[in-house]
């Protein structure tokens, strides 16, 4: 919404989804706008997560983490409106387990290039992390990560609804994109 309004003069919310988040940013403002907003939204939850290392704090740096989740998602500077998390989340898991974060982009890449679906990826891409959560044996963590599945899941509705009657925003590139374009 930043972004937007201060270098585009723009308001995002009132073009393409009508969300402030990485992808809509893309999709109305272009890729440097867009990879711009997704690292301030990776770095907010990082920076959150990190915050009570960084200070000593006795708090449990995933508290801190969750936090920057919810503003990001019911920001106070948009009467509680906001992205759907995903970004955000990635940063928490930069924070706590920076190698299942390279795990996660390379997931969420490959399956936004298979599908040309960024909403779907993030889907597929939530649940394949959890399993690996689970799998490393921190009971803690993949019980966190499959709580925001679920809350990235409900974020994502509309697009399941979109994604189910064929009319889901693609991205510019991938495979689906690729096919539909050759296919007009």
């Given amino acids: 919404m930043w972004i937007g309004k201060i270098f585009f003069n723009v308001d995002v919310r009132q073009h393409g989804s009508g969300n402030i988040g990485t992808t809509n940013t893309y999709r109305v403002l272009g890729k440097v ?30 508290i801190f983490g969750l936090f920057a989740i919810l503003g990001h998602t ?25 190698i299942l974060f390279l795990c996660a982009c390379i997931f969420e890449f490959s399956f936004t290039y298979l599908t040309s679906m ?7 891409s939530f649940p394949i992390i959890v399993i690996m959560l689970f799998g490393s044996h921190d009971l803690w963590l993949g019980i966190i990560g499959l709580l925001l599945t679920i809350f990235i899941f409900l974020r994502h509705r509309k697009n399941i609804i979109r994604i189910k009657n064929g009319d889901e925003n693609l991205v510019h590139f991938g495979f689906l994109y690729n096919r539909n374009k050759k296919n007009k």
């Fill in 33 to 62: 706008a867009g990879t711009f907003v997704m690292i301030l939204d990776i770095a907010k939850g990082t920076i959150a997560t990190l915050f009570p290392m960084f200070f000593n704090l006795n708090v449990s740096p995933i």
């Fill in 74 to 98: 019911f920001s106070i500077f948009d009467k509680f409106k906001g992205g759907k998390a995903v970004a955000t989340s990635a940063g928490m898991l930069l924070a706590i387990h920076p």
């Fill in 118 to 124: 960024v909403s779907l990826a993030s889907m597929i």
